[in-house]
């Protein structure tokens, strides 16, 4: 059995960029959720997709987007980068929507200079 | 507003010295509490679901417990390979988002 996959493991980008990140969703899992989690402290939900669609989001502009494909992988893109945008992004996978176990990728390690 | 608090938010043992994490919360129809395990610079590792009050589970040397307003992982004899961050995370009526709290970070010395 696949876990989940995330890509890339590490990105520098510069203040005002644009940034796309990948998650492969583990194998039977139909549902992803993106995460942010800043140095020291515990992740913070961005939003859910669920069968294409969002499903959930949280205290996060619109300058953070996503997209859930039919494969059930998902991106999760940021515009107007800023430096407080720099943190680790958690891709996490479950079965249906809802309090199913959400099984975490190793994330991406984002720097805004 | 939904809310989970993790305490201590770091704890020093000795090789086999048994010790608690503290995770309290207020969650408007809790759905669940999870418990994970994270590594410097990886992702959590999923260890156990807790779903009502009075729930245990147990895995190795650690077991956690459920009441109405708190969550407790139980660490027995721990090894230093159990030196890592534990995050609480409950998932709310909604059920869509975990609310994490900040994490406890444990060193295990041997």
């Known amino acids: 059995e696949t876990g989940v996959t995330q890509s890339p493991t590490h990105l520098i980008k510069t203040r005002g960029q644009q940034v796309t990140l990948r998650c492969s969703s583990q194998s039977g899992h139909n549902t992803v959720s993106w995460y942010q989690q800043a140095l020291g402290q515990g992740p913070q939900f961005i939003f859910q997709y669920y069968r294409e669609e969002e499903n959930g989001r949280g205290n996060f502009p619109p300058r953070f987007s996503g997209l859930q494909f039919p494969n059930y992988s998902s991106e999760l893109n940021v515009n107007a980068l800023e430096l407080d945008d720099s943190a680790l992004y958690l891709c996490?996978?479950?079965?249906?929507?809802?309090?199913?176990?959400?099984?975490f990728g190793p994330g991406t390690r984002l720097t805004v200079l | 507003e939904d809310q989970v608090t993790q305490s201590p938010e770091a704890l020093r043992l000795q090789e086999g010295e048994s010790s608690s994490l503290n995770c309290s919360y207020t969650v408007s129809g809790l759905r669940g509490l999870f418990w994970y395990r994270q590594d410097p610079g990886k992702g959590p590792e999923f260890l156990f679901t807790l779903y009502s009050a009075g729930e245990e589970k147990e895995k190795e040397r650690l077991k956690a417990t459920l009441t109405k307003k708190e969550s407790f992982l139980h660490i027995t004899a721990p090894k230093p390979e159990d030196s890592a961050t534990y995050l609480c995370?409950?998932?709310?009526?909604?059920?869509?988002?975990?609310?994490f709290g900040k994490g406890t970070t444990l060193s295990v010395s041997s």
């Open positions: 996490a996978s479950s079965y249906l929507s809802g309090t199913d176990t959400q099984y």
């Open positions: 995370a409950a998932a709310n009526q909604a059920g869509t988002a975990l609310i």
